[in-house]
């Protein structure tokens, strides 16, 4: 079988964006700022609707503002990725089919979550959503959020449904790689959503990463992804170690909420979240306010240092 039809390579620095809010509603100004930077800064491509991007707290109308919003900035030269899985196969094929219509790429499926479904059930979910809709598909597992995790054997069967173009593993275990390599076809994308091995999976041959620390950091993490891409190690682990201190102070709470307050510090964004989320505690806070100091601006605008400039911002 050969490779589905995509109408641009997805692979690199792919940013799980982040969704402003202002007063409870979508913030549709600060959303195109924040696309806007984030294709300045050369990023691979945009990840909309995910948990990173509290979608499931998301209605349909603005589901389909933030999708408006990225296709048409994106002017066709970087892949848009939409997330659009649930744990319902009905709601999932409409929701996949939405994106369609509005000129998504891709469509970010996640493994159907609380209901714990058997790996048989499993392959039907996604052998149904690949029938019903033209969207290129890649799985999103992610253990820790669905209580499930694919086998060997099912992601194999899963990459033979044709319309399925790639796995995402948010577990952070760089075994799978070579593990999952073996069962794979060579076009079919491996890809990580842990900023933490977002390095070392490129470097083992993984081919990017949906990442939430490039919405703070896009064009340094862009950098890393692409030298480790090209076998320049010596580069990427120098960048990997200077955002080391970023990617363990945006995981000690719930990412959506520290990602937002990262970008509240650097004066891009507001920090509002829905709930059930709520704000950063004092001491997340002060951990990410030290980890975002080498990348300030100042109140003009302007980098507070050329340091600053050169990592990225």
Same mark, same amino acid.
């Given at each position: 079988?050969?490779?589905?039809?995509?109408?641009?390579?997805?692979?690199? =620095?792919?940013?799980?964006?982040?969704?402003?809010?202002?007063?409870?509603?979508?913030?549709?100004? !600060?959303?195109?700022?924040?696309? /806007?930077?984030?294709?300045?800064?050369?990023? !691979?491509?945009?990840?909309?609707?995910?948990?990173?991007?509290?979608?499931? %707290?998301? %209605? /349909?109308?603005?589901?389909?503002?933030?999708?408006?919003?990225?296709? /048409?900035?994106? $002017? +066709?030269?970087?892949?848009?990725?939409? =997330?659009?899985?649930?744990? !319902?196969?009905? %709601? %999932?094929?409409?929701?996949?089919?939405?994106?369609?219509?509005?000129? &998504?790429? &891709?469509? *970010?499926?996640?493994?159907?979550?609380?209901?714990?479904?058997?790996?048989?059930?499993?392959?039907?979910?996604? $052998?149904?959503?690949?029938?019903?809709?033209?969207?290129?598909?890649?799985?999103?597992?992610?253990?820790?959020?669905? #209580?499930?995790?694919?086998?060997?054997?099912?992601?194999?069967?899963?990459?033979?449904?044709?319309?399925?173009?790639?796995?995402?593993?948010?577990?952070?275990?760089?075994?799978?790689?070579? *593990?999952?390599?073996? *069962?794979? @076809?060579?076009?079919?994308?491996?890809?990580?959503?842990?900023?933490?091995?977002?390095?070392?999976?490129?470097?083992?041959?993984?081919?990017?990463?949906?990442?939430? #620390? =490039?919405?703070?950091?896009?064009?340094?993490?862009?950098?890393?992804?692409?030298?480790? #891409?090209?076998?320049?190690?010596?580069?990427?682990?120098?960048?990997? /170690?200077?955002?080391?201190?970023?990617?363990?102070?945006?995981?000690?709470?719930?990412?959506?909420?520290?990602?937002?307050?990262?970008?509240?510090?650097?004066?891009?964004?507001?920090?509002?979240?829905?709930? @059930?989320?709520?704000?950063?505690?004092?001491?997340? #806070?002060?951990?990410? $306010?030290?980890?975002?100091?080498?990348?300030?601006?100042?109140?003009?605008?302007?980098?507070?240092?050329?340091? &600053?400039?050169?990592? +990225? *911002?």
């Amino acid at each position: 079988m050969g490779k589905p039809s995509l109408k641009r390579r997805i692979g690199g =620095a792919i940013t799980a964006l982040v969704t402003p809010f202002r007063d409870g509603a979508l913030d549709s100004v !600060d959303l195109m700022v924040h696309v /806007e930077r984030q294709l300045l800064h050369g990023i !691979d491509g945009l990840l909309t609707c995910s948990l990173t991007g509290e979608g499931p %707290t998301l %209605t /349909e109308a603005e589901r389909t503002r933030i999708i408006e919003i990225c296709v /048409e900035l994106s $002017e +066709g030269q970087t892949p848009v990725i939409v =997330a659009t899985g649930t744990n !319902d196969t009905a %709601t %999932t094929i409409e929701e996949t089919l939405q994106a369609q219509r509005l000129g &998504a790429d &891709a469509a *970010l499926v996640t493994v159907p979550y609380y209901s714990k479904p058997t790996q048989k059930g499993v392959v039907h979910h996604f $052998e149904q959503i690949a029938a019903r809709t033209g969207t290129p598909l890649i799985i999103h597992n992610q253990p820790s959020h669905t #209580a499930i995790d694919l086998a060997p054997a099912t992601i194999a069967r899963l990459a033979d449904i044709p319309g399925i173009v790639g796995i995402v593993d948010g577990s952070g275990d760089l075994l799978r790689i070579d *593990l999952w390599r073996a *069962l794979l @076809p060579e076009w079919f994308g491996l890809y990580t959503s842990s900023d933490a091995s977002a390095l070392a999976f490129t470097a083992a041959g993984g081919h990017g990463c949906f990442s939430g #620390a =490039a919405n703070v950091v896009p064009r340094l993490f862009h950098s890393m992804q692409h030298s480790a #891409a090209c076998g320049h190690l010596s580069a990427s682990l120098s960048i990997d /170690e200077r955002l080391r201190p970023l990617f363990k102070a945006l995981a000690r709470e719930s990412e959506p909420a520290t990602v937002k307050h990262a970008l509240a510090l650097m004066r891009h964004m507001g920090p509002e979240v829905r709930l @059930p989320l709520v704000g950063v505690t004092a001491e997340t #806070a002060a951990e990410i $306010e030290s980890a975002i100091a080498p990348f300030q601006f100042d109140g003009s605008g302007r980098p507070a240092s050329r340091q &600053a400039f050169r990592l +990225g *911002l």
